[in-house]
């Protein structure tokens, strides 16, 4: 777990840098604390979706490239299979809760400080 600034709040971010840890995301989860989520980690940037299966709790998704600016946001609806993908090639994706992004002020073009804990290596 690492604290990011994220807009004009703090977040709790869990990390998820392995596939193993990456295809199990958010899954089966009724609920996340509102100042709490989840980054994704990839070895490198490119052209990546994600979906929703068996995820229970709706999201917002912040696309971010390697050197941390937000490339696209999104939201997404429990247990939808649809594919949501980044605008643009990403290295970082970061799970919140539905309405976070909006709340903390959050825009296409933000920078992210990525902690060293959560970097690719």
Partial sequence: ??????????????VAATPSDQET?????????????????????GNRAF??????IPLDILY???AGKIVSIHQMQPYDLTETPS??????AIELNRGAAKDAGVKV??????PP???AK
Avoid: C
């Fill in 51 to 56: 979906w929703m299966k068996n995820t229970r």
């Fill in 1 to 14: 777990m690492v604290s990011m600034k994220i807009g004009s709040r703090t977040f709790h971010i869990e």
């Fill in 64 to 66: 971010l490239d390697t």
């Fill in 87 to 92: 605008d643009f090639p990403m290295r970082y």
């Fill in 25 to 45: 995301g958010l899954m089966k989860r009724d609920s996340m604390p509102e100042d709490h989520g989840m980054i994704f980690v990839f070895p490198d940037e």
């Fill in 117 to 119: 804990e959560a970097k």
């Fill in 109 to 114: 073009g933000d920078q992210i400080t990525i």
